[in-house]
């Protein structure tokens, strides 16, 4: 009965690699997000999606491409990873509107060696 | 632009003990405020939240926080502390930017709760 839920937990891989995280919410929201938590806990918005449509884009690196198939899947591919990287990916759900709540999955740590 | 600031990157209390977590936000706009709990390789869980009304909002495991305009502050507090919550606690605000619609969470720094025996 998961409710969000992020594949891989675990992601160790070198620098250049391209990796994926996935995420699947069984909710029926219609949002979708993708956090990054840095060693020090800080928490920053990267993506989110509505209805498969992409409707924040933070300032990422545009090595980083998100890809929602649908309203219940949210991908997240990143391309020639670098060190700087290495942090715990959170994906989460809502539905759209400033006072619902945000249901996050447990997240995918990677580490880039 | 809003934020939030937590005052305290570290709590400790004893158990049995009053707990209380600082936050501070700033916003242009009148704010929705968000306290979430993450406990150690477990994603954000939601404690409470502050819309509109009440101000005294009531949460889950018996936390409660107080939004106050004049102060701008949104403090988390529990009466009476215990061994389970121990985690670490996050203020969040509503962020702009992107249309009345879109809930952008600005969070803050976070703060530690140890609780001792």
């Known amino acids: 009965d998961t409710a969000v839920s992020q594949t891989p937990k675990y992601l160790v891989t070198q620098m250049g690699n391209d990796k994926s995280i996935k995420c699947e919410q069984n909710?029926?929201?219609?949002?979708m997000y993708w956090y990054k938590q840095d060693s020090k806990k800080f928490l920053k918005i990267m993506f989110s999606y509505n209805n498969k449509e992409l409707i924040i884009n933070e300032t990422v690196p545009n090595r980083f491409s998100p890809k929602s198939p649908d309203k219940a899947h949210l991908n997240l591919h990143i391309n020639s990873l670098e060190l700087g990287d290495s942090a715990v990916y959170f994906c989460a759900s809502s539905q759209i509107g400033q006072a619902s709540p945000l249901h996050f999955g447990n997240g995918t740590r990677l580490t880039v060696t | 632009a809003q934020s939030v600031t937590q005052l305290g990157s570290h709590v400790s209390v004893s158990e049995g003990a009053l707990v209380l977590l600082r936050c501070n936000y700033s916003?242009?706009?009148?704010?929705?405020l968000f306290w979430y709990v993450q406990y150690p390789n477990q994603g954000l869980q939601l404690l409470l939240k502050?819309?509109?009304?009440?101000?005294l909002v009531k949460g889950i495991n018996g936390f409660e926080a107080e939004f106050k305009k004049s102060e701008t502050s949104f403090h988390l507090t529990k009466p009476s502390a215990h061994m389970s919550d121990a985690a670490e606690y996050f203020c969040?605000?509503?962020?702009?930017?992107?249309?009345?619609?879109?809930?952008?969470?600005?969070f803050g720094t976070g703060t530690l709760l140890a609780v001792q025996p």
């Open positions: 909710l029926g929201h219609d949002t």
């Open positions: 916003s242009s706009v009148p704010p929705y």
């Open positions: 969040a605000v509503v962020g702009g930017g992107y249309g009345g619609a879109t809930n952008k969470l600005i």
């Open positions: 502050y819309t509109t009304g009440a101000t």
